[in-house]
T-cell receptor, first 117, second 114 residues
Framework: GAVVSQHPSRVICKSGTSVKIECRSL??????MFWYRQFPKKSLMLMAT?????????EQGVEKDKFLINHASLTLSTLTVTSAHPEDSSFYIC?????????????FGEGSRLTVL | GENVEQHPSTLSVQEGDSAVIKCTYS??????FPWYKQELGKGPQLIID?????GEKKDQRIAVTLNKTAKHFSLHITETQPEDSAVYFC?????????????FGSGTQLTVLP
């Protein structure tokens, strides 16, 4: 299947700092990528839909100023957690579609474990 | 919006036995139903999917069935092996503009006992 790469896989930061997570589609172009958050032993919670060249669409309850999303190219979307606090510690996962249309499969990155001290 | 329920939350089977995980969905407009396997500390991996124009799909030891009338779909794993142990998520999807948006089930922790 298609490959989606996330970096970094693990990051530890101090409270108040900002952290950037990258999501890349390695062998296909993705006009749309999705960002999820997953708590321990829980399902994936959609945070936002990232559209190439336009503003991201955030789910209800997700602070757009806290979680900045940029999708500057067809193969790269970034999630920046600004002024991180311990409650932002979580597993963040991105996904991308292999097709520009609605018929494509979604493939997921390996996830990024964020720990805020 | 779509709501997906998944059962059971945990499942233990002996190696070689079969495992079945069931999901129901609420939105009759959903037309794509993937299943994902997630190992500890990793992202979900697509293992099989089915579209609404098909009732059953099989890939080696894994099969998925879909009942559109009842709005439920199931994952079947035969001849289970210890490496099948993981969390499995079902999902239902509808078309939203230019891309799919998935609604996930709550997950099933499958443990295959050697």
């Amino acid at each position: 299947g298609a490959v989606v790469s996330q970096h970094p896989s693990r990051v530890i930061c101090k409270s108040g700092t900002s952290v950037k997570i990258e999501c890349r589609s390695l062998d296909f172009q993705a006009t749309t990528m999705f960002w999820y958050r997953q708590f321990p032993k829980k399902s994936l919670m959609l945070m936002a839909t990232s559209n190439e060249g336009s503003k991201a669409t955030y789910e209800q309850g997700v602070e757009k100023d806290k979680f900045l999303i940029n999708h500057a190219s067809l193969t790269l979307s970034t999630l920046t957690v600004t002024s991180a606090h311990p409650e932002d510690s979580s597993f963040y996962i991105c996904s991308a579609s292999t097709s520009g249309g609605a018929g494509g499969e979604l493939f997921f990155g390996e996830g990024s474990r964020l720990t805020v001290l | 919006g779509e709501n997906v329920e998944q059962h059971p939350s945990t499942l233990s089977v002996q190696e070689g036995d079969s495992a079945v995980i069931k999901c129901t969905y609420s939105d009759s407009a959903s037309n794509y139903f993937p299943w994902y396997k997630q190992e500890l500390g990793k992202g979900p991996q697509l293992i099989i999917d089915i579209r609404s124009n098909v009732g059953e799909k099989k890939d080696q030891r894994i099969a998925v069935t879909l009942n559109k009338t009842a709005k439920h779909f199931s994952l079947h794993i035969t001849e289970t092996q210890p490496e099948d142990s993981a969390v499995y998520f079902c999902a239902a999807s509808f078309s939203s503009g230019s891309a799919r948006q998935l609604t996930f089930g709550s997950g099933t922790q499958l443990t295959v006992l050697p």
